[in-house]
Nanobody, 121 residues
Framework: QLQASGGGLVQAGGSLRLSCAAS????????MGWFRQAPGQEREFVAN????????DYADSVKGRFIISTDGAKKMIYLQMNKLKPEDTGVYYC????????????????WGQGTQVTVSS
């Protein structure tokens, strides 16, 4: 199971850190991802990280501003979001898949409930 938290309202240029608590075993074999969905839009890829390798991938729109990381001991996944823009507004979801990294949401069978991020201009 996945449980996301940390969303909120922030002004443009500000920062937020999202957290995702994971439960279960063999997490090192998983890739963890963050996706977001704005009102009226499709869910889009934000970032992912392979738990074992630590390799990461980011959407072009967030490169240089967002950082994805994990804490194995706490079974937590984080998304540090800096220099936030109004277009970052949306519901952010953490997701998990067995195996390597992917930017496609259909490749992730496990999803958390989502946390709302609102960036005001």
């Amino acid at each position: 199971q996945l449980q996301a938290s940390g969303g909120g309202l922030v002004q443009a240029g500000g920062s937020l850190r999202l957290s995702c608590a994971a439960s279960g075993s063999s997490l090192s074999t998983y890739t963890m991802g963050w996706f977001r969905q704005a009102p009226g839009q499709e869910r889009e890829f934000v970032a992912n990280i392979n738990w074992r390798a630590g390799s990461t991938d980011y959407a072009d729109s967030v490169k240089g501003r967002f950082i994805i990381s994990t804490d194995g001991a706490k079974k937590m996944i984080y998304l540090q979001m800096n220099k936030l823009k109004p277009e970052d507004t949306g519901v952010y979801y953490c997701a998990a898949r067995f195996g390597g990294r992917s930017q496609y949401s259909d490749n992730y069978p496990l999803w958390g409930q989502g946390t709302q991020v609102t960036v005001s201009s």
